[in-house]
């Protein structure tokens, strides 16, 4: 649920059932017939007058995007999600789907291409590399095809099969028939993908100190099962401070920023939600489970990295651990969103529909919203704030470069037994005009994460 990367139309009889299907709260029902009356009303007149006349797919789209900017106007978490977006979205909160596992790119002269198979997937285990072209999808050539047209020809429903025609320089066009697997979108990374096997992660970010770093990009189902994983594995590794990253994370599923802070809290409230009648619903830390505790000998520091765009859920990880000084929060002061929205299913609408509507607002330990109202009195009482002396300011240069550089510790150029000891490393993205986005000469210089180092290494000593 990116801030930007997660994230129309019911006929108009459906549209009207929905109307009538809100609930046991909604208006009487001559108020909600004089709405939709307004809607459909509309809708003749457009039909009537218009410069052009629509087609069904023209008058669905107006319908779904009147339904759409309304609930933007509400608020901008609000949103109408069709049948295409809503599978988009359950894709995002569920992280994974049935699939081949790459991800999709063009080559200079406009041909689709592999830009990189995922670590363990059927592409990656057939020994499918970076750069290989895709000529033909199921023996239909893919000239002129977009990533998306190419994206709902390869996808579908797990264990069924697919065959790519590919092309790789020193081999030509060879046909590789892959069955289609779950693939999984990994929330949690480290420092640097094992050489030997990519499926593994590097996590001490400093060795000696025995100092690891945790990337966390995303809150979905896996967020807090494949976490425990790493700090598990630091652990038994003999770690002694950690590094949560949560850096350009948008948020995602409440239940899982509450797991992830359930993780490292003893006990106390972790966050509490409101409904608008005033409906408290509390989220405690329990005893069991708790990893990576302090000992008398070890004190195991932790420090949460965040930026302008962490957001919703792990402004709720922040907060949460910097209020029961569990951790420090190092960087720039958060986005600001402290509401929370619901998935509710229309039932009338066929195929699927759904509203993701703003129910509650959440309130950290400390008793405060951290959510950012324009219009607010106290408007400079927002997001999650660094700790005192560890804010970080930085540019956009070094904010775009760093979510670069995080994109591409996730490259994987293919077997290591496939692409040899020397493999392509992970290329750099460029402007309109052709020019690398960065000079790939000069290394990346991340600020913000060696203050949290140096923050850490002060605390073991």
Known sequence: MSPRNLVWLIAVPAFVAIGLAIGYSAPAPDKDYKLVRQI????????????????????????????????????????????????????????????????????????????????????????????????????????????????????????????????????????????????????VGGVARQKADPLKW??????????????????????????????????????????????????????????????????????ATRDRRGNERAFDAKRDGTVFQPTPDNPRPIVVLVNRNSASASEIVAAALADHNRALVVGERTFGKGSVQKLLRLPHADPPAAVKLTTETYWRPSGKNIHRYPDAKEADDWGVRPSPGLEVPTTEEERLRYAVEARRLDFVAGRPD????????????????????????????????????????????
């Open 202 to 271: 590097d996590w001490f970010v400093d060795p000696q100190a025995k100092i690891a770093l945790v990337r966390i990009s995303t809150f979905s189902e896996l967020t807090s099962k494949e976490l425990r994983a790493a700090v598990t594995e630091i652990e038994a590794a003999g770690g002694r401070g950690l590094i949560l990253d949560l850096r350009d994370n948008p948020g995602g599923l409440l239940s899982e920023a509450v797991a992830v802070a359930d993780m490292f809290l003893p006990g106390g409230r972790i966050v």
């Open 40 to 187: 459909v009303d509309v809708l003749a007149e457009v039909d009537a007058n218009y410069v052009r006349e629509l087609s069904d797919d023209d008058r669905q789209k107006l319908v779904e995007d009147m339904i759409d900017g309304g609930l933007h106007h509400l608020d901008p978490h609000s949103e109408y999600l069709n049948a295409a977006r809503l599978k988009e979205f359950e894709t995002t909160s569920e992280g994974s789907f049935g699939g081949v596992g790459i991800t999709l790119g063009y080559d200079a002269k406009k041909q689709l291409k592999v830009d990189s198979p995922m670590p363990g997937t059927p592409a990656y285990n057939a020994g499918v590399v970076a750069g290989d072209l895709i000529v033909k999808v199921e023996g239909e050539s893919t000239d002129g095809w977009t990533i998306e047209t190419a994206k709902k020809k390869i996808t579908g429903p797990v264990n069924t099969p697919v065959t790519l025609t590919l092309r790789r320089d020193g081999k030509g066009e060879f046909p590789v028939t892959l069955a289609r697997g779950r693939i999984e979108m990994h929330p």
């Open 418 to 461: 496939v692409v040899g000891p020397n493999p392509p490393a992970a290329p750099m993205p460029k402007t309109a005009d052709g020019r690398p986005l960065f000079d790939d000469s000069k290394p990346f210089e991340d600020r913000v994460l060696q203050r949290a180092v140096e923050e850490i290494r002060g605390k073991l000593r």
